[in-house]
Structures are given as C-alpha cells and as structure tokens.
C-alpha cells in the first residue's frame, strides 16, 4: 500500500521476522518502536520522499522507497527495503511483484536494494559465512536462501562490501613500520591523531553532520538526513556505547575533522536473542556495560574521510592506531562494510592480509524493469 500519514505498520509486518528466526539465537530482534518511528510522517524522509508497504501474513512481507536524491547511475530508482521472508518463492513473486508495479507507477525502471530508507540504515544482503561468527549489531544478517531467492526473482548484484576480521597483536607486528612512516608523513602536512571521546563528538556533532554529505554523498541510495535525525542515530545515547580508547579523529592544520573511526565493542552477545540478560541497543554504555563481555571482539564501524584527504593514508592510520589502542582488552579487530573497488576497501585488504584473517562480504542487488 502506498504509504501516508495516517498508515500504520501491521503488526503481520513485525511477525515475519519473528518467525524466519524463531530458533536462531544470534539473530539481533528488530525493534518496532524504532521501526515505526522511521516510518513517521515527521521523518525528513517524507519532505521529499515517498514509501510503500506491503506484507503477505506468514510468508513475506516488503517496503519500497522513492527519494529524488537517491539513484542508480543518472537515473532515479526506487529502493526495496525491510525484507523478510520465509523460503516460498511463489510469495516472494507476489510480493515483489506488486512492489515493481508500484514503481512503475511512479515513473522509475530501475530498482535496487535491499536498503531501508537510506544507507544512514541497515542496508545490504548477507553472502556469505552464513554460520560464521562475528554477527555483530548493524550487519547485515539474513539466512543463505535469500541469495538463492534474488537470483530467482531476476535480481543481479550490482555492489560487494566486505567486511575484515583478524589477530591485533599480528596486524600491528605486520604493518608497523610501513605505517609509521605513513603517519609521520602526514603528521608533517599538519595532521593530528587523537582518541574520539563521546564529549568530542557531541561538542562538534553539528559540524560533524555537515561533513556527512562531503564524506558518503556517493554512497548508493544517498541523502542526507536531517541534523535532528542524525542526533538520533549517532548522538549522544548511541556514541555512549563506543570505545572512547580505541576511536580516532584526525583533525587537519586549522583544528577541523578530516577523517574519524568510530570504534565499538561487538555488543551482539548482550543484544541476540539468546542473551541473557538481553539489553537493548540504546541502553549500552561502554563504561557500564564493557565488563559484562568475555573475549570481546572491537570493531571500526563508522570510518570517514573528506574527499581532499583520501591518499594519504588516513584509513590505514586509522586502523593501525586502532589495533594498537586495543590490546589491553581485545585480541581481535576488525572494519566494517567497506564497499569493494574503492581506495578504503584497497587499503583495508593490505592492513588485513595476514593468512589468519578473514572476511564476511554483502551484497546491493537490482534490475531494470521491463515496460508493462
């Protein structure tokens, strides 16, 4: 159904999460609360976006989002978010299908996804390492029949992300020396590295969102999300669960960020549904919280760079200080959905490429539409 200010979410929606991961433990459960709020006419997405919703109780359900920001290539495209479903294929062409009709409806030929409302959001398809931890919060995390299932349904991929894991101790023994010199050298052009503090963070948060346009414009399905918004999903409740240690900033010659990587513990065993005691994402603290974790796993999540500053080496940098700063608490490492092809992704694979490293990669998916 095309969505308006006086939908609501049904609750056969949240059902079919529930049900495609009844008996999995690490599976992370969505929040409804959070899901509704998304979908609240005063989200800034609907100043110029437009959404669809539909579920088939039981079997599958799907969400669909126009924004005149986000496109494939030149072209306007409309996104597919939200999806769940059990492994009935005759459904998800149902689905699916009456999904493309409303995209036609609108004007576009072109569909991608699966991405919910922006990249700010969980986005990207699981393609691997299915049964292989990390499953950390914000993964993406799906079972392997969805992969067969967008094949099926004529989807091709168009975008790969990967995601590195490996031994701090062993990184930094490996890249020591290259990336000292990496950083003196930078350090020369009048570049600082410090710890991120959450009180750095929320003192230039305004700042901070500004510089989010510049930093990810080119992601797909890109638009910039409102400052208020953006307080939400990365202000102060949030940034309360980063490692402060182990988060770098690197400010340029006149004291302004350049480039960041926000660091947090995987707090996926406090947060899955076979947690016990489970808490919920807004309710972790790092100083509260860290002690409740056995063999912790610190994961760079959040990576930036302004465009000006991407050669000289500020990710690897990044990285390296990060692994350093985590020894005393955490024997692995690892950076996060990186998207394949860029400089970032080049550079982690160097930092990574010890033999007992190892990757999850995730997948876009899309595919134009035949005219009716």
Known sequence: MEWTADSKIPEDFFAIPRLVYADDRVWIPEQPVDVAALFHPRHSFFELGQAWVDVIPGKARLAGFIHPDAKVGDEPAAYFGYWEGVDDLAAQFEIFGRFEAWARSKGVSQVMGPINFRTHYSYRLRLDHFDTPPFYPGEPYNPAYYLKLMQALRYEQNGLYHSWFGDAAEIIAATKDALERVMARAESHGLRFMPLTPQYWNDNIEALHEDTRAIFGDNPGFSQISLAEFKKLLGSERI???????????????GRMVAFMLCFPDWAPLLNQGASPRFLPGQLRYDEHFR????????????????????????????????????????????????????????AGKVFSLPGCYTHDYGLFGRTLEPV
């Open 240 to 254: 309360a669960a980063m490692d402060p240690r182990c988060s770098v900033i690197t400010l340029g010659k006149d």
């Open 292 to 347: 409740l974790l056995k063999n912790p796993l610190l994961l760079g999540k959040t990576v930036g760079v302004m465009p000006a500053y991407r050669r000289l080496g500020l990710f690897e940098i990044m990285c390296y200080l990060t692994a350093k700063a985590s020894l005393d608490d955490y024997a692995h490492v690892g950076t996060v959905l990186i998207r394949a092809g860029g400089l970032s992704a080049s550079r």
